[in-house]
């Protein structure tokens, strides 16, 4: 079965620290891979995605995600967190065709310490 | 209005009105969906359009009722609800590719429904 697994449902971080969010999938075929965040009351908002190529995926806000096959991982990563950082983060995978939809992690919420 | 936009932000209702919820998206995408999304629980597809035609309906209940009638205006009719239907409600939009597939979905802000 299709599925997004983010193992860790909350992280704390220290403002300036180093952050790596979890995402690992189970899928069929080569699959399509996005990070989204969210901000308490809002709607997502597109990180990152990975559809070919260099695995390695820069995106917005300062992040990148790492695509690894063997280890079907596409974990995030940001190299010094900032307080407005703080939000729930989501993977999702797809195949996109025709206007299916994703399929997403439950989140995981990072939480900024000063 | 720029991305996707959806109306009302927060609406509250009883069990026994009947209420919409309008989403327009202003990215001339040709795919929508809506989304539930409750506490605790992953984003649930609810419905998928495709070229105004539903391609996906993920046994939802009939107390709601999608409507599609533009490319660019996507609606949810709710009637009869219950209290386990107060959620965050997403909706989204999406582009096929030139060379085959979709871009990724781009998501309104939500409406925050209560049911009481």
């Known amino acids: 079965a299709q599925s997004v697994t983010q193992p860790d449902i909350h992280i704390t971080v220290s403002e300036g620290a180093s952050l790596e969010l979890r995402c690992n999938y189970s899928?069929?075929?080569?699959?399509?891979l996005f990070w989204y965040v969210q901000s308490p009351g809002q709607g997502l908002q597109l990180l990152l995605k990975?559809?070919?190529?260099?695995?390695l995926v820069q995106g917005i806000k300062g992040f990148e995600a790492e695509f690894k096959r063997s280890q079907s991982s596409f974990n995030l990563r940001k190299p010094s967190v900032h307080w407005s950082d703080a939000a729930e983060y989501f993977c999702?995978?797809?195949?996109?065709?025709?206007?299916?939809?994703?399929?997403f992690g439950k989140g995981t919420t990072l939480s900024v310490s000063s | 209005e720029t991305g996707v936009t959806q109306t009302p932000r927060h609406l509250v209702m009883g069990m026994t009105n009947k209420k919409s919820l309008k989403c327009e998206q202003h990215?001339?995408?040709?795919?929508m969906y809506w989304y539930k999304q409750s506490a605790k629980k992953p984003l649930e597809l609810m419905f998928v359009?495709?070229?105004?035609?539903?391609?996906e309906n993920n046994s939802v209940p009939s107390r709601f009722s999608p409507e599609c009638p533009n490319s660019s205006h996507l609606f949810l009719h709710l009637h009869t609800l219950q209290p386990e239907d107060s959620a965050l409600y997403l909706c989204?939009?999406?582009?096929?590719?030139?060379?085959?597939?979709?871009?990724?979905?781009?998501f309104g802000p939500g409406t925050r429904l209560t049911v009481l």
């Open positions: 989204a939009s999406s582009q096929a590719r030139s060379g085959g597939g979709w871009d990724e979905q781009f």
């Open positions: 899928y069929g075929a080569t699959p399509y």
């Open positions: 990975y559809f070919s190529g260099d695995t």
């Open positions: 999702a995978v797809g195949p996109y065709q025709a206007g299916t939809a994703l399929i």
């Open positions: 990215l001339g995408h040709n795919a």
């Open positions: 359009y495709n070229f105004k035609e539903q391609t």
